[in-house]
């Protein structure tokens, strides 16, 4: 079709089902009302807002024995009783045995349920063509599929894990039920959970990140997954809400998911993550699979990280750790000593241990100082390392930093989680002792602060502590003579002025800043920024809101040239402004470009479960939790059947469970995920004599764990 011809909204005369129409006229007015088809359960009807709803994906889960299947043929009787069709596709028991629970729940007067003959293959296309029979022949508009694990997706591949399998059918289910306008119920089991635990969303889903660290929002640390794993011990993390606003939330449980094939992708700042290709990043717009990623593409990192308030030391001798961990040395008796550059390096160290026990001596190199900290004069007067404990001895003992060698150096755990006054002067130590800052007079293109060391834990620390104050940073590696060499990079008019006002250098190289930020600030085109643009479509939606809202360059205060593949963050908040939405994107988040994508290998790999974002802070890079299919359904019903234990019973070997387990006749179904009106609720369920579920009442959170805790 020729774009040329294509009508004007107002203007659609044309009754083919793919032209572009008004959207009044393609609705039809008698179906603005959209039928509800009741459950036969009261309370269920309340939550869904009436009931099911044709295009609806239903999934109803739990663990293997819970009730799944007796629920749905509860939900199929009452929809039979009300003179509905519905369609069957049983995979776990015989078309016998389902037909028996039937006729044992009393169905005979109303029996309008129906079946393949045989399920000859769990092929999804198999089934959408019965589906779309059943439909055609009886119009059953009700589909019950037990259960997921006999399903194969219609474009599977070889390569495709369990998880990437489980989403592709609910994709395909979901679509089937828009378009053939009927309903599906899905019943899939639960991953491997324990029975005391209450059962999530993320039961039914796969989220796998590889061994990587996870920020502590807690301390400020970097944690191995791995240890969170093993130890179980869990703390907050850094995440964000569906507004991209930050915040910290708590991880609710972590998994072990086995040997995975697991991927490796570079940003163009630095960063680093490894990952199975089902693990999902957020590019602005959505969580993409990274499977779907490719070189060149964005996803988003923390453009600001949060802060404490503790100050547990000495803001001079912290300093002075800085200095040491820059260019400094550690021995195994608790001494140390300073390389400095000047003489003015010097008298500010002196200055800081002015109102210290801390004895020094220094020794002039006419190109350098060398400062022997912790020494002493003895009866022949002469210098010796002095092994008292004094106020910086104390310190280093108590930060562990005793004997660190230069390449194993690492910021002390116990400072991360001071306030940003104990912070900046830690980084103006780092800075002052092996920073180096471009001198303006040399007329140098690239105006830069920069930081290099071999301890590439150290820069990433570092990098990780400068997004406390908002400054951006990137990390590049290079070899000098035998040695492995890393380089923090900081560059950009905002990024350069922040660090001048958080972390205030002090002599030659806080000179050398000043003049910089002077001249910077005169300066009225961008600079160059670290990954303050946003990915290319944002270009596209700006141009397209700048001309359906008619908004002027000159209204707007800035130009975009047409040779710039993207936006500032900034030129788009301008213009959600102008025009009143609040479609911002806020400085806690920023997008990084992946410059590399490489398969590592097969890796042990572990899950986090996070409360309410299902997101968090590795690697410095947002990462999702989950990845399941629940994502994708309008409702998911988790049954939990409450158990009793016996004591003096061991475990089933082939069953893996209690053989002292037992299940009672009540069950909790948890509503986990409710996209018609967003209300959750535990709703008390009892079995009647095995046969059917009824309704008993609803129950809050705490009510269901204390059935829990009665299993227990």
């Not at 979901?174 to 491997?192: F, Q, S, Y």
């Not at 002792?433 to 001198?439: E, H, I, Q, T």
Request: aromatic residues 10%.
């Amino acid at each position: 079709m020729d774009i040329d011809k294509i009508p004007s909204l107002s203007d659609v005369v044309s009754q083919s089902s793919e032209q572009v129409r008004l959207l009044k006229d393609i609705i039809d007015i008698k179906k603005l009302k959209v039928p509800r088809y009741s459950t036969g359960l009261e309370d269920f009807d309340d939550i869904m807002n009436g009931g099911f709803k044709m295009g609806d994906l239903v999934i109803i889960s739990g663990k293997p024995g819970s009730g799944k299947t007796t629920m749905s043929q509860t939900l199929t009787y009452n929809l039979c009783k009300a003179k509905h069709q519905v369609l069957w596709f049983t995979y776990e028991v015989s078309p016998e045995h389902l037909h028996q629970k039937f006729i044992e729940m009393g169905i005979q007067d109303f029996y309008t349920v129906y079946a393949p003959q045989k399920n000859i293959t769990g092929h999804l296309s198999w089934v959408k063509k019965k589906i779309k029979e059943g439909w055609e022949k009886y119009e059953t508009k009700f589909i019950f599929i037990d259960h997921i694990d006999f399903l194969t997706p219609a474009n599977n591949k070889t390569t495709d894990n369990e998880a990437i399998s489980y989403k592709k059918i609910a994709t395909e289910l979901k679509t089937l039920a828009i378009e053939l306008d009927v309903v599906i119920v899905l019943m899939a089991h639960l991953k491997k959970t324990d029975t005391m635990k209450e059962p999530e969303l993320e039961d039914i889903g796969y989220c796998l990140p590889a061994g990587s660290l996870v920020l502590n929002a807690d301390t400020g640390e970097e944690i191995d997954i791995e240890q969170i794993y093993k130890k179980k011990k869990y703390f907050n993390v850094v995440s964000f809400n569906q507004k991209l606003e930050q915040e910290i939330k708590p991880i609710t449980d972590v998994y072990d998911n086995n040997i995975k094939d697991v991927y490796k992708i570079k940003t163009s700042s630095g960063l680093k993550i490894e990952a199975t290709e089902k693990h999902r990043f957020f590019n602005g717009f959505d969580w993409i699979q990274l499977k779907d990623l490719d070189v060149g593409d964005y996803i988003s990192t923390p453009g600001h990280l949060p802060s404490y308030n503790n100050c547990d030391y000495n803001i001079n001798l912290v300093e002075i750790i800085g200095w040491m961990l820059g260019d400094g040395q550690f021995t195994k008796y608790g001494t140390g000593s300073l390389v400095l550059q000047d003489k003015e390096d010097l008298n500010h160290i002196i200055k800081l241990l002015k109102n210290t026990n801390v004895n020094y001596r220094f020794y002039d190199h006419k190109k350098w100082f060398v400062l022997k900290l912790q020494t002493r004069k003895n009866k022949k007067d002469k210098f010796i390392n002095d092994y008292k404990s004094n106020d910086l001895k104390e310190l280093i003992i108590d930060l562990g930093l005793i004997d660190k060698k230069h390449a194993n150096k690492k910021i002390p755990g116990k400072l991360l989680n001071q306030n940003n006054n104990v912070i900046s002067v830690l980084l103006r130590g780092l800075f002052q002792s092996d920073g180096c800052v471009s001198n303006i007079d040399l007329k140098r293109k690239r105006l830069v602060v920069s930081f290099s060391n071999i301890s590439i834990d150290m820069i990433q620390q570092m990098k990780m502590l400068l997004l406390r104050f908002g400054i951006r940073s990137r990390i590049n590696k290079s070899k000098k003579n035998k040695f492995v060499l890393y380089k923090l990079t900081i560059e950009g008019k905002e990024s350069i002025i922040k660090f001048n006002n958080s972390i205030k250098l002090i002599n030659k190289k806080g000179k050398n800043i000043k003049k910089m930020v002077s001249y910077i600030e005169g300066l009225s085109g961008v600079t160059k920024e670290i990954h303050n643009f946003l990915p290319p479509k944002y270009k596209e939606l700006f141009l397209e809101l700048k001309r359906d809202y008619k908004i002027t360059w000159k209204k707007l205060g800035f130009r975009i040239h047409n040779y710039r593949k993207s936006i500032r963050k900034e030129h788009w908040n301008k213009i959600n402004q102008i025009i009143g939405n609040d479609n911002f994107i806020p400085n806690n988040i920023d997008f990084d470009k992946i410059v590399e994508k490489v398969y590592v290998g097969q890796k042990q790999v572990y899950d986090l479960r996070i409360k309410d974002n299902h997101n968090f802070v590795c690697n410095e890079i947002y990462t999702h939790n989950s990845a399941g299919m629940g994502q994708l359904a309008d409702y998911v019903f988790m049954v939990w059947r409450e158990m009793k234990h016996l004591s003096g019973r061991g475990i089933n070997k082939y069953t893996e469970e209690p053989d002292g387990e037992l299940m009672t006749n009540r069950s909790v179904i948890k509503i986990v995920k409710n996209r018609e009106t967003g209300r959750l609720k535990y709703l008390l369920c009892e079995y009647i004599n095995g046969k059917y579920v009824k309704y008993r009442n609803e129950i809050d959170v705490e009510e269901f764990g204390k059935l829990l805790g009665k299993a227990e």
